[in-house]
Nanobody
């Protein structure tokens, strides 16, 4: 069973950047599709970004990308059993608890129910 531990959350101002990390305990880390979800108070948990087993494919929610740029970047280092979420140009609406999640599959799925393993979450607060 995979144990996931997030770190890197905090309080920042609008326009700032923040980097989240999620370390996994499982040696088979590279066999998992990984994702970052977030949940704001009173809202459903939503997918922010996902990455395939070896990083060849990524998915980003519309809320973190615009026509010309993607504000968030997901990446992974299988040698370190770690997945990252780099968040740039943060906005107050990005305030939420951020969770990393893993599923033992090659397929990127956008639904929370498809992910078997979850971290405890890390709070990100963006002030205006």
């Amino acid at each position: 069973q995979v144990q996931l531990v997030e770190s890197g959350g905090g309080l920042v101002q609008a326009g700032d950047s923040l980097s989240l990390s999620c370390a996994a305990s499982d040696r088979t880390f590279s066999t998992y599709t990984l994702a970052w979800f977030r949940q704001a108070p009173g809202k459903e948990r939503e997918l922010v970004a996902a990455i395939s087993r070896y990083g060849g494919r990524t998915y980003y929610a519309d809320s973190v990308k615009s026509r010309f740029t993607i504000s968030f970047t997901i990446s992974r280092d299988n040698a370190k059993n770690t997945v990252y979420l780099q968040m740039n140009n943060l906005k107050p609406e990005d305030t939420a608890v951020y969770y990393c999640a893993a599923r033992p599959s090659t397929v990127i799925d956008t639904t929370a129910g498809a992910y078997s393993y979850w971290g405890q979450g890390t709070q990100v607060t963006v002030s205006s």
